[in-house]
Structure formats: C-alpha cells, structure tokens
C-alpha cells in the first residue's frame, strides 16, 4: 500500500465551485505540504504543516486554505475555483526527527484538477 | 531569498554516457540542503539525492552525483551511463534552516535519453 496517498487522482470541476483534495499518509511523519506544479514553474509551495497545531502559508496561498484534521491528514480546499487553479497538486510529507537521515520528502501520486 | 535555478529546459544524452544537470541556488542561510526528485512520465515524485551543506564530499548513490560547489553555489546532478530510464523530468530542491525547513523547487529539466 502507498504510504502517502491523495484522493482524488483526477478532478474536473467549474468555475465558483468549491473543492477538497485529500492527502492521508501512513508513515507516520509529523510534516505535511501541499503543492501545485504547473509546466515551467516547478513545483509551488502553496501550505505546509509542521503538526496538527501549526500550519503555514507557502509561496503562493491565496485561493487555497488547509486543513490538518490529525497527524496523518492533511486537506487542501479551493473555495471558489477559478481556471488558472489547473494543475497538478502533490501532497508530501517528512520527518523531522532526529533520527531521519536526510529529511527528504516523500510526494503522493498527484491530483490533476482541471477547472473549466 | 530562497531561490532555485535550473537554466537547462530541456537535455539530450545518448545511452550509456553520463549527463550533467546544472542546478545553481541562492541563499543566505549557512545552513541548508540539496536534493534532486526524479519526475518520470507516470508523474510520481521519486527522491534521488542529498547533500547538505557542511557535508565535504560530493554525495553519490548508485549512477547519480552531486557536483556540489559551495562557493559558486552550485549543486549539479551527474547521472552515469545513461538508461533509457533515465527519461524524466528532474527537479532540484534547497531547504533552509532560516526558513524553518521549508523545501523550494527549480523549474525543472526534461532529460531525454536516445537509444
């Protein structure tokens, strides 16, 4: 079984809707991030979540808002979706903890949203 | 700023020879680290190598290295004998400590390796 998983794995939706991407992760890792990747830009830091109490805003926030329901989920929702808000979204998390030899982050399989 | 830079869009290599991945950063952290994630077409993020910044010697796992200059702040990806599937998008990533660990990504480069 994966151990970050996103759900869900495609979504197409219409301009003013309001929508959740789900990222649930088994590792047991206490930081969670979410972000978006457009051609040519990389991948974009929108939120990130260092434990259930914290959370922050990334490179590029405004649209989107989060939520860190438990240490193994973290949403993102867009609250009124607006066509530009297509790409892909990549949740992924790390561990922080003393013994994590390089930190790197481990990346769910993606959500492709498309808003038309 | 943080900031991540990769100049080369897109590379050719021909299988079996190495290839070179430029990746240059900009910080004022002293301490801070580098990683490249392998992107292949199915679109998963795949980790493939670190190194930190008061680490001495270039990092190496299996056919990749890390051509790690500090003073010209460069972090290099050197793939070795090329594979067909080495065929990916490859992205370069810097986290800081000043920035309480907060990963950014370059733009990326499409390798295309010719058989």
């Known amino acids: 079984d994966a151990d970050v998983t996103q759900t869900p794995r495609n979504r197409i939706t219409k301009t003013g809707k309001r929508i959740m991407l789900e990222c649930s992760q088994t590792k047991g890792h206490d930081r969670m991030y979410w972000y978006r990747q457009d051609p040519g830009l990389g991948l974009r830091l929108i939120y990130y979540?260092?434990?259930?109490?914290?959370?922050n805003k990334g490179e590029i926030s405004d649209g989107y808002s989060v939520s860190r329901q438990a240490q193994a989920k973290f949403s993102l929702s867009l609250e009124s979706a607006i066509p530009n808000q297509t790409a892909l979204y990549f949740c992924?998390?790390?561990?922080?903890?003393?013994?994590?030899?390089?930190?790197?982050?481990?990346f769910g399989p993606g959500t492709r949203l498309t808003v038309l | 700023a943080q900031k991540i830079t990769q100049t080369q869009p897109g590379m050719f290599v021909q299988e079996k020879e190495a290839v070179t991945l430029d990746c240059t950063y900009d910080?004022?952290?002293?301490?801070?680290?580098l990683f490249w994630y392998k992107q292949p077409s199915s679109g998963e993020m795949i980790f493939l190598i670190y190194q930190g910044s008061y680490d001495e010697q270039n990092a190496t796992e299996g056919r990749y290295s890390l051509n790690f200059q500090k003073a010209r702040k460069s972090a290099n990806l050197v793939i070795s004998a090329s594979q067909l599937g080495d065929s990916a998008m490859y992205f370069c990533?810097?986290?800081?400590?000043?920035?309480?660990?907060?990963?950014?990504f370059g733009a990326g480069t499409r390798l295309f390796v010719k058989a």
């Open positions: 979540s260092f434990d259930v109490k914290d959370i």
């Open positions: 910080t004022s952290d002293q301490s801070y680290g």
């Open positions: 992924a998390t790390s561990d922080q903890s003393s013994g994590a030899q390089y930190n790197e982050q481990f």
């Open positions: 990533a810097m986290r800081e400590v000043l920035t309480c660990f907060k990963t950014i």
